[in-house]
Structure formats: structure tokens, C-alpha cells
T-cell receptor, first 114, second 113 residues
Framework: AQSVTQPDIHITVSEGASLELRCNYS??????LFWYVQSPGQGLQLLLK??????LVQGIKGFEAEFKRSQSSFNLRKPSVHWSDAAEYFC????????????FGKGTMLLVSP | NAGVTQTPKFQVLKTGQSMTLQCAQD?????MSWYRQDPGMGLRLIHY???????DQGEVPNGYNVSRSTTEDFPLRLLSAAPSQTSVYFC????????????FGNGTRLTVT
């Protein structure tokens, strides 16, 4: 069965510093990988996705993620964090057969300090 | 654009009561789904539908019923609420194309006492 691990429950980053959120997945074939962000009281918004091709994918709000098959990882990065990036971030893995197969990680809460 | 609309935003039920969480989307999406979000658990799929008249179970379907009579609406029914169903519920929809993003509603926070 597929699974997603986000090792960090909380991360605190200073505003302007760089950010990396970790995501490891378990999946038997080539996965579809996603990062979502959830602001308080809101639904989830898609940041970026990887289906195939270039392993470095660019998303919205200045985020990027790199797919590393050898490490089964899909880490999310941002070079300079803004206070508005404080939110909860979810990594998800799915199959090509559709969204019913999507499995979410438990989330990482990002706190941004001034 | 309204996107995915969920009502109500908040609800308190007593154990054994029934209710329906509403979800509507105006994007003509074939795929619709319900998730529950619990602290430290991420999102777990309850039920989903790939089109009108077609529904299937997800990871945690027990205690919930769904139907899909139209493309736009996908209500989630709790027939006899239990405290274990206290959670935040999200509806999401998408086109059936694999590279189409999943759109989420803003959630319904349900408390069962």
C-alpha cells in the first residue's frame, strides 16, 4: 500500500530564511506527487505537482520541489520565506488511475518568526 | 467563480442525530470526494464519485452515506452521529484528467457531543 511520511510535525523558520519541508513516499510504480498548503480555516490549495519529466517542479508562491526516485523523496523548498507562508503543508502521493488513490501525509505546520 | 461550496461551516450534533453535509461545485467536474481531517492524521478519504450515479468507498466509509444524482452536488449523510465523527470535513472535486488539480471547499467543522 502506498504511504507518505512527513517527518516534521512543526518547523519554525525566520522570515527571509530558506525553507525545506521533507516528504518521503512509498509507492510501487512511478508516483504522482503533490504538495498542498492549508491556511487556517481554509481548504487545501495545490502548490505544485509532479507527474513525469523534469524532476524539479516549480509551483505557485515561489515554491519548488524536487523528485528524487532513489531517495523516494519529494521535498518542498522556498529560498526566502515570508510571514504569509505560515500554514500547514501536506504532501500527497497518488496513482495515474485517478484521485481516488491519493494518500496524504499528516502535514507539517510551518511557523514563521520575525 | 464559486468553485467548491460547502455548507454549513459549523455544526454541533448530539449523538444519534442525523444530518447532511452539502457540497456543490460549479466547474462541471466529474470527480468529487469527501475527506475528513483529524489532528495528526492528515486527510482520509471517506467516499468518492467519478460521475452522476456512481459512488465508491474510500479509506474510512463506515457511518457515512453518499449519493450523486447530479454532476454538481455530492452530499454526505451521517445517519446516526457518533463522537468519533467529530472532525473537519472537506469536499473536493476535479476533472477526471490525471493532470487536473483537486479543488477543495473550505470545510465543515462538525462536533458530536
Amino acid at each position: 500500500a502506498q504511504s507518505v511520511t512527513q517527518p516534521d510535525i512543526h518547523i519554525t523558520v525566520s522570515e527571509g530564511a530558506s525553507l525545506e519541508l521533507r516528504c518521503n513516499y512509498s509507492y510501487g510504480a512511478t508516483p504522482y506527487l503533490f504538495w498542498y498548503v492549508q491556511s487556517p480555516g481554509q481548504g487545501l490549495q495545490l502548490l505544485l505537482k509532479y507527474f513525469s519529466g523534469d524532476t524539479l517542479v516549480q509551483g505557485i508562491k515561489g515554491f519548488e520541489a524536487e523528485f528524487k526516485r532513489s531517495q523516494s523523496s519529494f521535498n518542498l523548498r522556498k529560498p526566502s520565506v515570508h510571514w504569509s507562508d505560515a500554514a500547514e503543508y501536506f504532501c500527497a502521493v497518488g496513482a495515474s488511475s485517478g484521485y481516488s488513490t491519493l494518500t496524504f501525509g499528516k502535514g507539517t505546520m510551518l511557523l514563521v518568526s520575525p | 467563480n464559486a468553485g467548491v461550496t460547502q455548507t454549513p461551516k459549523f455544526q454541533v450534533l448530539k449523538t444519534g442525530q442525523s444530518m447532511t453535509l452539502q457540497c456543490a461545485q460549479d466547474m462541471n467536474h466529474e470527480y468529487m470526494s469527501w475527506y475528513r481531517q483529524d489532528p495528526g492524521m492528515g486527510l482520509r478519504l471517506i467516499h468518492y464519485s467519478v460521475g452522476a450515479g456512481i459512488t465508491d468507498q474510500g479509506e474510512v466509509p463506515n457511518g457515512y452515506n453518499v449519493s450523486r444524482s447530479t454532476t454538481e452536488d455530492f452530499p454526505l449523510r451521517l445517519l446516526s452521529a457518533a463522537p468519533s465523527q467529530t472532525s473537519v470535513y472537506f469536499c473536493a472535486s476535479s476533472l477526471q484528467r490525471n493532470n487536473s488539480p483537486l479543488h477543495f471547499g473550505n470545510g465543515t467543522r462538525l462536533t458530536v457531543t
